[in-house]
């Protein structure tokens, strides 16, 4: 029974992953996403293609069904056969998003839906990822740099507010490689100075649209 459980838990949550924000928006507004910008169904090329409304409606939806996952794992199930299922449930709602079953396996990078991983799991942690997340934002204008370098800090920051927790250490470490897996294109472009900025699209070495 309780092999059961954790299938089920895996299953629903990859599920629930699966559901893009962006592809929902997308088609109320019958926008083409994926033929425009980056192709991405995340919040930053909705936010470019589609307004800072619908940018922040696809960055509140995904991080909320990556929350939600965690704290209704958290409240109703917990632990069983000594793993924190919670965060299994964690990873597994990133990969949905990430490899979406409704969407021929493609999705998002899954910052998004891992920030609202990680405010279930642990939130303490936040005060330096996102902190570092909106110093390089502000200071480079790029969504991308921000964002792999917020993950890269993620496991330092867990180590020390969660000492002790392998669990959620084994997990910050995964969040970063999946987070820069899905980055990598983005990383090639940032040593070229071909990335898209947000910000400060007229400074040197910035892209435009």
């Known amino acids: 029974m309780e092999y059961l459980k954790l299938v089920l838990i895996l299953v629903l949550s990859y599920l629930i992953g699966s559901i893009l924000t962006g592809d929902l928006v997308a088609r109320l507004k019958k926008v083409d996403l994926r033929n425009q910008g980056s192709g991405n169904v995340g919040a930053t090329n909705v936010f470019r293609n589609m307004g800072s409304l619908f940018g922040a409606i696809v960055l509140l939806g995904d991080a909320l069904k990556g929350l939600i996952v965690v704290l209704l794992v958290k409240r109703v199930w917990g632990a069983s056969l000594g793993i924190d299922l919670a965060v299994l449930a964690g990873i597994m709602v990133i990969v949905g998003h990430n490899w979406s079953i409704f969407a021929k396996f493609k999705g998002g990078k899954g910052i998004a839906t891992s920030l609202g991983v990680a405010i279930g799991l642990t ?47 084994l997990f910050a470490f995964l969040i970063m490689i999946l987070a820069i897996y899905r980055h990598k294109q983005n990383i090639i472009r940032l040593f070229k100075g071909e990335e898209n900025r947000i910000l400060y699209k007229n400074k040197r070495g910035a892209k435009q649209e």
């Open 123 to 169: 939130p303490l942690s936040l005060s330096i990822a996102v902190t570092a997340w909106i110093i390089i934002f502000v200071i480079g204008g790029y969504v991308s740099l921000a964002s792999v370098i917020a993950v890269t800090l993620y496991p330092l920051a867990v180590y020390l507010f969660y000492k002790g927790d392998l669990a959620k250490l």
